[in-house]
């Protein structure tokens, strides 16, 4: 997310909130995630319902999604009183814990009132997301403390794919509100598939005209004959897309977009032919898995495409990253075309593995000319992770470029050792334990909740190559909102600890305990979550 740089601001003096006596003073906060550190001196404070917010100017987005909170959630009329250090609440940059993490913050509520203060407008934001779980639902109470909070890593991710099913701007806002709860900093957007291609793209209209579009959809899963007779589509146009980012923007969440290459590309080759290998002419895929459609990397036109589409993305999306999918790549149609032999002859690449990872260094180079940061599933390094991939490689001559991120989804815990030596950053989606369109058998609640992005045994030196957690909404077979909430909730809320609080402060019973009031918020908003079975006592 882009941050503002701001400066230490001048110690301010708080109005006085009149003190209450509270029975649950002593008791801990209910927090998700759970806080870094915090202490009570055994007292609560009570807000009135008017209060005031003073705040500086550069704070004005922070302090009116403050104002917002506390009127829905809990009747309290917030005056916002901007270029003041005064105020029953304040909102100050500075650094009193002399941290160099601009999402660090540290939130007081002592005899004086309440403070949040933090080196950058997203720690004022997250000081937000905790004092709305603290603040008391019936009697405005708040408990005098002091909390000191940083998250454990950078990247804090929900994947929301669209390529299988579309889902529309509601679904994604409403998503994006409850990662901003959870202090979850990055939205990846998968927006292209072989089901579907989601993003308008001016110079390329068939893309969303045929692209966007299929005449029926497989449902009963990946080996059933059977199909929903009726036509599924929908695409966002680009004015819906900077709606979206002003939205994540203002949240505090980069969003990462996700187009396919060289594979998951029917829905585009579809729309334009000459995109595919084989040149034939195909239509959408309404049956979900792996298929055989890959570009045809002998075609010069084909990278002049893919320039042109990241070109008329990157205006829309001002984040570092971009993702290039990469994964489950199917050889087949770079095997039995004589043109795509021909070219790697003349490039002197011996295998398809490294066809791939040559094509996706030419992304990168595209992509660092023009101010970016390439992304993409682990299959982009080379290796061979499917069954259908398997190729004799003696040595691998195509080495990944330098700088990429690699999301790791699928491999051992050797792999991300093995990727991390090299030198790469590392975004750990490992599918175990990460993907929501799994079933809670599979991935029950627990489970989610202990995953550590940092393998045992990877070495302390290397720690600092593991960015973060994702979690995958996968969208095969997850047709409505409703299905697709049931995997996410509560189940994000677990992930979302796993990104923020350190894997030594965590604790599934304090978790599930705290999960309950999550829940009825969830309950309030309409949000339909899959009840799991609370842990014994």
């Known amino acids: 997310m882009k941050l503002v740089k701001l400066g230490i601001a001048v110690f301010c003096l708080l109005s006085i909130i009149s003190p209450a006596k509270s029975q649950d003073s002593q008791q801990p906060i209910e927090v998700i995630p759970a806080v870094e550190s915090v202490s009570y001196d055994g007292a609560a404070y009570k807000l009135s319902k008017s209060i005031s917010i003073g705040y500086p100017q550069e704070l004005t987005n922070e302090a009116t999604f403050l104002k917002e909170y506390l009127l829905k959630e809990h009747g309290i009329d917030g005056k916002l009183s901007p270029n003041t250090c005064k105020g029953d609440i304040v909102l100050a940059i500075g650094n009193p814990t002399a941290t160099d993490n601009k999402e660090a913050y540290q939130l007081t509520v002592n005899k004086k009132g309440i403070r949040i203060e933090a080196p950058a407008a997203a720690g004022i934001f997250y000081g937000i997301q905790t004092l709305r779980q603290i603040i008391g639902e019936d009697n405005r109470t708040v408990n005098r403390l002091s909390i000191s909070d940083a998250p454990a890593f950078r990247l804090r991710s929900f994947m929301l794919d669209e390529g299988r099913n579309f889902k529309g701007k509601a679904v ?33 209209p068939k893309l969303t005209e045929i692209g966007a579009f299929r005449d029926s959809t497989q449902i009963g899963g990946f080996n059933s004959t059977k199909y929903d007779p009726n036509p599924h589509g929908g695409f966002y146009t680009q004015d819906d897309i900077r709606e979206i980012v002003a939205y994540a923007t203002a949240r505090h969440i980069n969003i990462i977009p996700e187009i396919e290459i060289p594979g998951h590309a029917s829905a585009s080759i579809a729309a334009y032919p000459w995109l595919g290998t084989t040149g034939k002419q195909i239509k959408v895929s309404c049956r979900f898995g792996v298929h055989h459609e890959v570009y045809n990397v002998a075609n010069p036109k084909v990278f002049d495409f893919l320039d042109d589409v990241i070109d008329e993305m990157i205006q829309l999306f001002p984040g570092e990253i971009f993702h290039i999918g990469g994964d489950e790549v199917r050889y087949n149609h770079w095997k039995e075309s004589e043109e795509t032999r021909k070219f790697m002859e003349e490039k002197g690449i011996q295998t398809y593995p490294e066809l791939q990872v040559w094509i996706t260094n030419l992304m990168s180079e595209k992509l660092k000319a023009k101010g970016r940061r390439m992304m993409g599933w682990n299959e982009i390094t080379g290796v061979q992770l499917h069954d259908y991939q398997q190729e004799k490689v003696q040595k691998q001559e195509q080495k990944l470029s330098e700088g990429t991120i690699v999301q790791i989804w699928k491999g051992s815990p050797e792999l991300i050792k093995a990727t991390a030596e090299q030198g790469y950053d590392i975004l750990n989606s490992y599918n175990r334990y990460t993907y929501l369109d799994y079933d809670y058998n599979t991935i029950p609640l ?15 030196s290397l720690e600092s190559k593991i960015l973060g957690v994702g979690c995958q909404m996968w969208g095969e077979f997850i047709p409505t909102v409703k299905e697709m909430n049931l995997k996410v909730y509560p189940r994000i809320a677990a992930y979302a600890e796993v990104g923020w609080t350190r894997p030594d402060q965590k604790d599934f019973k304090r ?27």
């Open 172 to 204: 994604v806002k409403q998503l994006m509100d409850e990662m901003a709860r959870l202090k979850m900093n990055t939205f990846h957007w998968h927006l292209t598939d072989d089901q579907g291609w989601r993003i308008e793209i001016k110079k390329y």
């Open 446 to 460: 627990e489970k989610a909740y202990t995953f550590n992005p940092i393998p045992t045994d990877l070495p302390k």
């Open 511 to 537: 978790f599930t305990q705290s999960l309950q009031k999550l829940k009825a918020i969830w309950k309030k908003e309409g949000i339909e979550y899959y009840e799991t079975p609370q842990p014994k006592k």
